[in-house]
């Protein structure tokens, strides 16, 4: 469940990663010890939000190949990379015939010239004959880094 939320937050994007992100992401909502970072200044949030909303739009098309234009090449989150997030998203296009995905991003800290985004969501699909739409992932306040590369953000992974 937490690769498909890679696949939908990155092109939508969304969270899908190791229990050690999860870790990180606790912490970082307690405000534990290791969490370093700033708040992420408002221009950075706003592109995030843009980029978000075009790979929701490209991902409620159903476009793997434009959702996965919003993922590095370098991506990965424990064992699950880019080519993983190719086959989740077939996956999930062959079992609905419509998709929507609703995101919000909760906050961004800057750590090291990444962001690291804490967003929540759920995502549905509609069953093909029976037409009935169904939640298949939600999420609340769950970690995702992007990086900035020549074409823009992009998911990048818990790299750690």
Known sequence: ?????????????????????????????????????????????????????????????????????????????????????????IAIYSIYDAVRARIRIDEVRMVDGQAWVYSSGEVSGRLPLVGTWVVFLSWQRELEVTRREAEGWRLFGYQQ
């Open 1 to 89: 469940m937490r690769a498909q939320r890679c696949a939908l937050v990155l092109a939508t994007a969304l969270r899908l990663v190791s229990g050690s992100v999860a870790g990180a992401a606790l912490a970082a909502q307690q405000g534990g010890p290791g969490v370093s970072g700033v708040t992420a200044p408002a221009q950075v949030v706003g592109e995030l939000e843009a980029v978000l909303a075009r790979a929701v739009q490209r991902f409620e098309a159903r476009d793997v190949g434009g959702v996965l234009g919003y993922v590095s090449d370098q991506y990965r989150t424990g064992p699950l990379t880019k080519p993983g997030i190719r086959d989740q998203l």
